[in-house]
C-alpha cells in the first residue's frame, strides 16, 4: 500500500538550514509526483513546493529563494531542504503524492518549531 | 495567484443534518476543484477531485458540485466521523492554494 514517512529535527534555531525527508513506499517517485505542504498550528494548509516524475520542481513563490526540494529514487526519498528559517516557519510539514492536482496520499507530517 | 475563499469558517451541526461547505475561486478554475477532510492531529484526506469525483473509499454521503469560481461540498446525514475541517483547493495551477478551512462541530 502506499505510504509516505516524513523525518527530521523538531526544533530549529532561527538563520538555521531545516532538512526533511520523505520515504515513500508502494508507488515509484518516477511515475509520481511529491510535494510539501505546511499547516502553521491551528491555521490552514499552505503548498510549498512539488518534484515531479520526470525531476522537474514547482516552488511556491513565497519560499521559492529558500526551498529547494530534490529525491533520490534508488532510496525512494524526497528532500526538502529550507534555509534562513524565521519563527513563522513554524508548524507541520507534510509531503503527499500528487497524481497531478491532488494530493492524494499524506504522511503523518512532521512538527517543527523555530524558536531560539 | 488563484485566491480560494471558503464559507463559512465553522458550522455546528447536528448528527443526522445535512450541511453544505462552499468555496469561492478568485477566477475561473473549470472545474478543477478538489475538497480534504482534515481531523485534528491527522493528516488531511482526498475526498473529492474534478469538482465532483468521489476519491475511492469515500462514503457516498459526501459530494461535490460547482463550476466556474463556485463550489460545493454537501455532507448528507452528518456521521460522528465527519466532524472535523474541510479545505478545498485550487487543481487549475501553481500556486496549488487553498481554501482557509471549515470546522465543521456538533451542535
Known amino acids: 500500500q502506499v505510504q509516505l514517512e516524513e523525518s527530521g529535527p523538531g526544533l530549529m534555531q532561527p538563520s538555521e538550514t531545516l532538512s526533511l525527508t520523505c520515504t515513500v513506499s508502494?508507488?515509484?517517485?518516477?511515475?509520481?509526483?511529491v510535494g510539501w505542504v505546511r499547516q502553521p498550528l491551528g491555521k490552514g494548509l499552505v503548498w510549498m513546493g512539488t518534484i515531479w516524475a520526470g525531476g522537474s520542481t514547482n516552488y511556491n513563490s513565497a519560499v521559492q529563494s529558500r526551498l529547494s526540494i530534490s529525491r533520490d529514487t534508488s532510496k525512494s526519498q524526497v528532500f526538502l531542504k529550507m534555509n534562513s528559517l524565521q519563527p513563522e516557519d513554524t508548524g507541520t510539514y507534510y509531503c503527499?503524492?500528487?497524481?497531478?492536482?491532488?494530493?492524494?496520499?499524506w504522511g503523518q507530517g512532521v512538527m517543527v518549531t523555530v524558536s531560539s | 495567484d488563484i485566491q480560494m475563499t471558503q464559507s463559512p469558517t465553522s458550522l455546528a451541526a447536528s448528527v443526522g443534518e445535512s450541511v453544505t461547505i462552499t468555496c469561492l475561486a478568485s477566477?475561473?478554475?473549470?472545474?478543477?476543484l478538489v475538497w480534504y477532510q482534515q481531523k485534528p492531529g491527522k493528516s488531511p484526506q482526498l475526498l473529492i477531485y474534478g469538482a465532483t469525483i468521489l476519491e475511492d473509499g469515500i462514503p457516498s454521503r459526501f459530494s461535490g458540485s460547482g463550476s466556474d469560481t463556485q463550489y460545493s461540498l454537501k455532507i448528507n446525514s452528518l456521521q460522528p466521523e465527519d466532524f472535523a475541517s474541510y479545505y478545498c483547493?485550487?487543481?487549475?495551477?501553481?500556486?496549488?492554494?487553498f481554501g482557509g478551512g471549515t470546522k465543521l462541530e456538533l451542535k
Open positions: 483547493q485550487n487543481g487549475l495551477s501553481t500556486p496549488w492554494t
Open positions: 503527499a503524492r500528487q497524481m497531478g492536482a491532488p494530493f492524494d496520499y
Open positions: 508502494g508507488f515509484s517517485l518516477t511515475s509520481n509526483g
Open positions: 477566477e475561473d478554475i473549470y472545474g478543477s
